[in-house]
């Protein structure tokens, strides 16, 4: 049996549009639900199932063979479920199938991992890294300077847009998940790097092309979240830090260093653009030194 292209499939093609159009969801989030259900057709294909007849077990049997078979994380395995149970929920909806056999199946339990973050000396090593006198050097110290002091996500980042940007009064507006609009605020660090990249580097960058994103690679062209990933793992490549680096470990060292410093966390959920607090809520840990000194400054007996 061949493998057919999943997208070509006229349930998929409908639930595409009604993710783009009804639910008005972000092309990222888009893609992973697609890429789950790229994933189960080709499954379905290879046991000759058909997805509007699935059973109970097979949909049990489905969620074994991510976990054990493909050894995908648990969190993976929730998503697929998640994504399955959206998808079957409209197919009931269109009348393709009776039930949602998806929903019978129990999410496997998290890993509670806690989110990696920068201690602020790691921080100040890699701001040191880049070379203001380039081009390169000023745009890589901005997109440093902007996960960090702002907490957006790298979509978010590679996504802004000259006109979105205030620098007077230190705002950028950022279009978040579901296409939610919000506003982050700069300190003078950050104005003073953009101000920096956008006379300077962002021109001679550049080149002959002709747009308006705020970050371009050496081509002139728009950044994408990919090349945000690989300037950060060639910066801390030159530190002395023994750390993975991606963009989310800024947005979590933005959190955290918020928090620690007093700030209370609904303010946090508003500037990170979370719906709900519960996703706010992994930020709440601090560090040992932190607690140490609230314990002794707050505790009566500690104090005396």
Request: aromatic share 10%.
């Amino acid at each position: 049996m061949g493998k057919p292209d999943y997208l070509q499939i006229k349930e998929v093609q409908a639930y595409k549009t009604y993710l783009e159009v009804e639910k008005n969801y972000t092309e990222a989030t888009i893609n992973d639900y697609l890429e789950d259900l790229k994933n189960y057709f080709a499954y379905l294909n290879g046991e000759g199932l058909k997805s509007t007849e699935i059973e109970y077990n097979d949909a049990r049997n489905y969620i074994a063979y991510l976990g054990f078979k493909k050894k995908n994380s648990p969190s993976t395995v929730a998503r697929s479920i998640s994504t399955l149970r959206s998808f079957y929920r409209f197919l009931m909806k269109e009348e393709k199938v009776t039930t949602n056999v998806f929903t019978l199946l129990k999410m496997p339990k998290k890993a509670n991992h806690l989110p990696r973050f920068f201690y602020y000396n790691e921080l100040e090593e890699l701001f040191q890294v880049p070379d203001l006198t380039i081009p390169l050097g000023q745009r890589d110290a901005l997109i440093l300077e902007i996960l960090y002091g702002t907490g957006i996500r790298v979509s978010e980042l590679v996504a802004i847009k000259i006109p979105d940007i205030d620098l007077t009064r230190r705002e950028i507006r950022i279009m978040g998940k579901g296409q939610k609009m919000r506003i982050v605020y700069f300190e003078p660090i950050v104005q003073k790097r953009l101000k920096l990249y956008l006379h300077d580097g962002r021109e001679k960058l550049l080149s002959n092309n002709k747009h308006e994103y705020l970050l371009v690679n050496h081509l002139g062209n728009p950044l994408t979240t990919r090349g945000v990933r690989d300037i950060l793992t060639r910066m801390i490549e030159k530190t002395a830090l023994q750390k993975k680096i991606s963009p989310h470990m800024l947005r979590h060292s933005f959190a955290t260093s918020l928090l620690n410093e007093g700030c209370d966390i609904l303010s946090v959920q508003q500037l990170l653009g979370h719906e709900s607090i519960t996703a706010t809520g992994i930020y709440t840990h601090v560090t040992s030194d932190r607690l140490k000194e609230v314990y002794y400054k707050t505790h009566p007996r500690a104090r005396k």
